[in-house]
């Protein structure tokens, strides 16, 4: 009968009256059961189905042949009560009822997952004045999409809507006084943002590194202390980082005290012993420099307080709070190979180049990436209205043309789409070459250039960039100031962005330049000599111009050889501007390099 058909398990055969053979013939005296068809011999491995009383379970065979709904014929006979099914365990809540979703894959970093705790005086979007808040605020997210567990700890500047008070108040010690901070926290993008809470970084926002020498000098010790604790006591989801397996990643001279701290207050004293600091070199130049005597104010031990003395020809015996940081942490990073090297000598050190040397088996040079959420000409919205669109590698030529007519009438400047149109955004001061621009304009001019130039800084460049506009209106147009919407929109409009810096640690806005198809002109140093490789017309490779000294007539000669390019040799131009596009200017490939200096870090005691 049919399998579906029966309903009820027949009645066990009645005994064989007389032995018989396989083959049915009936001459064999010792009974041997039928041998089973090939498909079916596993069968017989299978229990033979005995008659059960009424009020157990249905054997095996019933289960067999009762009738069962089709979308159950593909499963298995369930053969023993299943094991009670365990409620999935549900995330700690957030602030705001969100729920961390447990991971799908496991993590790119596998085996080498941390716990990371950025610490730093800015973190865009809340606060920003340069380089330094845009890596504090697209590092971390790149870390957490390889599976670490991070943590960024900024002060809290202003009222932040997306962050929430977290009811925690802890009272540190410093500068010889009792002070009380409370944290804030917030979770984005994968990320715990954590900022600590004090009237001394209130309303700071818009002057993040003002003050006298001794505020600075508190504001930064503060940030250090409360950021070590953080690990301890914010419970971030609900669950505090703990100290094992961490490593804190510490920025600039601003939190130098950080690694100083880590060991003199808490390593020395059996604490944290699982505990790293990474100090990372974003700029040489600035280095917390004081009178020695200010040492006194740190809480620190005597022998501690020696690793601040520092004596330079120019700045005599002092106090160099980087310099400490560089010696305590366990691995420094500089934020491009160019400028690694560059730290080692007497111009790029600043008097910390001995100390680097000493230090050159825990140095290495990375090169910042960029965040493509928010710099990318394929999704960037300040390029959805006033005339402005989106393009990527297949519109570019028609996406940047639109662009480019759109900024001249925004900025007032004659309709061009043909004319070169060079741009110039940074801060306005001595490093950033802008006074190269200035003794430069009137060649620039001569050459049917339109120049447009965004930044603000010392007063007398501000004043040389508002010159500049006065003498060539028809031509040329400074923004004094500093506008988001603006920086983007130049990025995409100009044809050339220029970059004269006499030092760049990374630069990132050639990245931003190359990834909108705009070819940089560089000052081939630091991060600038890394990222931008000179244009090669006899092997049409390359992705911008490069000039080796930080000097005017330098800078005309690369210009020269970039407009003769753009005038007469149109498609190698564009494939200039492709190569740029092309290139991964990502941060995932950063935080991947970052990633194997935290595992040195760790490994080493």
């Known amino acids: 009968a049919p399998r579906m058909a029966a309903v009820a398990p027949p009645p ?78 549900e995330e700690y809540q957030f602030d705001r009822g969100e729920q961390r979703a447990p991971p799908t894959e496991p993590p790119l970093a596998g085996e080498n997952v941390m716990n990371i705790v950025m610490v730093g005086a800015e973190c865009a979007p809340w606060s920003k004045t ?78 993040i590194y003002g003050g006298e020498r001794q505020e600075i000098q508190f504001r930064c010790a503060l940030l250090c202390k409360a950021a070590l604790e953080s690990v301890w006591h914010v419970p971030c989801g609900g669950i505090a980082y703990g100290d094992t397996n961490t490593v804190f990643i510490a920025n600039d001279w601003h939190t130098a005290l950080l690694p100083v701290y880590l060991q003199a207050h808490y390593r020395d004293y059996e604490q944290m012993k699982f505990s790293r600091a990474v100090f990372v070199i974003h700029n040489m130049a600035h280095q917390g420099r004081g009178p020695f005597v200010e040492t006194e104010q740190l809480e620190l031990p005597d022998h501690y307080r020696e690793v601040f003395r520092l004596y330079d020809p120019i700045g005599g015996e002092h106090m160099n709070i980087m310099k400490a940081g560089l010696q305590f942490s366990h691995r420094i990073v500089a934020v491009s190979e160019g400028y690694a090297w560059e730290c080692q000598t007497q111009e790029g050190g600043w008097g910390l180049d001995a100390i680097i040397r000493e230090n050159t088996w825990k140095l290495r040079g990375i090169v910042n990436g960029i965040d493509y959420q928010e710099w990318s000409p394929m999704t960037d919205p300040h390029l959805l209205t006033d005339g402005y669109t989106q393009y990527d590698m297949e519109t570019m030529v028609e996406g940047k043309r639109q662009c480019k007519m759109a900024l001249q009438k925004e900025l007032g400047l004659p309709v061009d789409p043909d ?43 501000e004043n040389d960039l508002r010159a500049m506009e006065a003498s060539n209106k028809d031509k040329t147009r400074s923004w004094v100031g500093f506008s988001v919407k603006m920086a983007h929109r130049i990025t995409a409009g100009v044809d050339m962005l220029l970059m004269p810096s006499r030092f760049e640690p990374c630069g990132l806005n050639q990245l931003y330049a190359m990834a909108y198809g705009t070819v940089p002109i560089v000052h081939a140093v630091g991060g600038l000599r890394d990222t931008v490789t000179p244009f090669n017309p006899f092997e049409n490779s390359g992705t911008g111009w490069t000039f080796e000294r930080a000097d005017a007539d330098q800078m005309r000669g690369a210009c020269t050889n970039a407009l003769e390019t753009y005038r007469k040799y149109k498609p190698q131009y564009r494939e200039l501007q492709l190569r740029g596009m092309r290139q991964d200017l990502s941060w995932d490939h950063a935080a991947s390099l970052y990633e194997e200096v935290l595992v040195a870090a760790k490994f080493q005691w």
Do not use: C
């Open 130 to 207: 340069g380089g330094l808040g845009d890596v504090m605020g697209a590092l971390p997210k790149a870390f957490a999409r390889r599976g670490h567990r991070v943590m960024v700890v900024a002060p809290r500047y202003e009222i932040y809507d997306d962050a929430w008070e977290t009811g925690i108040r802890r009272i540190f010690r410093v500068m010889n006084q009792d002070v009380e901070v409370g944290y804030f926290h917030a979770f984005l993008d994968g990320v715990d943002y954590v900022f600590v809470d004090h009237p001394s970084f209130h309303f700071r926002a818009k002057d």
């Open 12 to 89: 066990p055969p009645p005994a064989p009256a007389a032995p018989s053979s396989s083959n049915g013939s009936g001459s064999s005296s010792t009974f041997k059961p039928p041998k089973p068809p090939a498909h079916k011999q596993l069968e017989r491995l299978k229990p033979v189905a005995q008659p059960q009383p009424a009020a157990r379970p249905p054997s095996f065979a019933q289960q067999v042949l009762q009738p069962v709904p089709p979308q159950q014929l593909m499963a298995p006979p369930p053969v023993a009560p299943p094991p009670l099914r365990q409620q999935p365990v």
């Open 419 to 461: 004319v070169p149109l060079m741009g110039f955004i940074g801060r306005l001061d001595y490093q950033k070459g802008v006074d190269l621009i200035r003794d430069s304009h009137g060649w620039l001019m001569g050459q049917g250039v339109q120049l447009a130039m965004l930044g603000s800084g010392r007063a007398d460049l």
